[in-house]
């Protein structure tokens, strides 16, 4: 039981999509390989050579992956406010001066 759900979840993080496959008495949803989120993939990638080739402990593993999509999300918060920054700023080349109007 613990395998099932942790291969249902393995494959929900990993791919975008899914398609339900029912078929010889079985129920299960078959991963679309077009759809596979890289980021996902090499982050569990990462944490099974953590655990398995570098023999790390699950609450490193767990803490090293946390931290590296808190890095991640800032990075891309912090690329995509800049981006709307700039874009709401107006070019010197096409900036116009508004004169005053003169109290005569």
Known sequence: MILN???WFAIHTIFRETVPV????LSFDAP???SADPWALALAAAAVLAIFR???GM???LAGSCA???FSSASAF???ARLKRSSRM???KHATRTSRPTGD
């Open 32 to 34: 679309l390989p077009a």
């Open 68 to 70: 590296a999509e808190l």
């Open 5 to 7: 759900l942790a291969i």
């Open 54 to 56: 570098f023999k790390f």
């Open 90 to 92: 107006p070019s010197r």
């Open 78 to 80: 912090y690329d995509d």
């Open 59 to 61: 609450l490193w593993t």
């Open 22 to 25: 029912h078929s010889y008495g």
